[in-house]
C-alpha cells in the first residue's frame, strides 16, 4: 500500500513536472497509474489528498487554464523554476555525511531510494568517502516486517492495530515515532485502549500491522513531549560493564557510552579499550551487531554469548559451512 502510493506522487511530480502546459484532471486520472481504473469518487479523493502531501512537502503546483477564453477549464503543472534548486556544491565532509545518512537504511525499504541518491551525487562528481563511511556508520537495520507499514502510519498519523506479545492481544495506537534504543526499533504512541502513552518493541509484533480509519485522524504532540516519552519508555538500567577491544574509530555509539581503559593483555593493531555499561540480556545482540571489530575482554561469559550469537548467525545464513574450530589455549 505504500509504495503503490509513493509510485502514484512521483508519477504525478513527474507528469506535472514535464508539462509545459496546465493539465487538466481528465488527462492526469487517464496518464498517472493508480487513479486509472478508480472510480470518479474515489479518484477525486486520492488525487486531492495527493495534492495537499505534495504541497505540504514544498512542491508549488499551480492551477490555471490554457485556453483564456475558458478559465473554468482548470488544469495543473509544476514551475521547473520553483521546484528545482539551484546548483549546490558539497565538500568532502558534507558528502561523506550525505553518504552516511544512507548507509544507516542499507536494510530499511529506503535502501533503493537512497542508492539512487549516492548515484546522482557520484554522477555530479561528488564521492562519498567509503573508507569514512565504514568507520562512522551506526549499526541500524529494519528488519522487522512492522517497519513499513508503521513508519507510513506515523507519516500519514493514522491509527494502527497490531497483535503483540500474543495474537489474542490487539493494541490501537495512535502511532508518534519509531524510536532506535538498545539495539531495538520501538513505536511510540497514544495506545487507546490504555488511554496513556505506551512504546511497542517491534520484535514483539505478531502478523503485519493494519491501518483504521483515516489519515489525520489524530493530532500529534510537540517533539519534545515525545521525545521525552521515548527516552523514559524505552530506558533500560545498566546493570553490567565489559571490558571491549575496539577497532580505532569504529562503535562509536560504545566508545561515547564507555571510557577508555586499560588491557592486562596486549591488543590487536589498531585496537583500543573501554570500559562499557550495558543491560544485561542486551548487550551480546548489540556487541555481536558491530563483527569484528568489537572483542569482548571480560566478562568471559558474555565473550561466550557474543560467540554464541556469531555463531548462530553463521548457521543461518550458511548452514552447509563448518564452524571455525577454537585454537588451544
Known sequence: MARRKTERLVNLTILLLSSRRFVSREQIRATVEGYRGSSEEAFQRMFERDKDELRALGVPIETGSNDPLFSDEQGYRISRTDFELPPI????????????????????SMAEDTTHALAKLRAAGIEPDAGRLTALA????????????????????QVVQFGYRT??????????????????????????????????????????????GEPDAFDRPDEELISRHTTVLTSRVADLTALLAIRGARAPALRRRGAPAQAARPLPAGFHAYRVPFTSGYAAGEIA????????????????????????????????RPEPQRNPA
Open 138 to 157: 551506526p549499526r541500524l537495520s529494519a528488519r522487522e516486517e512492522a517497519f513499513e507499514p508503521l513508519w507510513q502510519a506515523v507519516v500519514d498519523r
Open 167 to 212: 495474537a489474542d492481544e490487539v493494541r490501537t495506537v495512535e502511532p508518534w515515532r519509531l524510536a532506535w534504543r538498545n539495539n531495538s526499533w520501538y513505536l511510540v504512541g497514544h495506545d487507546r485502549d490504555r488511554r496513556a502513552p505506551r512504546v511497542f518493541k517491534l520484535a514483539r509484533m505478531t502478523g503485519v500491522p493494519s491501518t483504521v
Open 89 to 108: 556544491e558539497f565538500t568532502p565532509d558534507e558528502a561523506t555525511v550525505l553518504g552516511l545518512a544512507s548507509t544507516v537504511w542499507q536494510q530499511a
Open 289 to 320: 551487531s558491530f563483527g569484528a571489530d568489537v572483542v569482548v575482554l571480560e566478562p568471559e561469559t558474555l565473550r561466550a554469548e557474543v560467540v554464541s550469537h556469531l555463531r548462530g548467525v553463521l548457521r543461518a545464513h550458511a548452514p552447509d
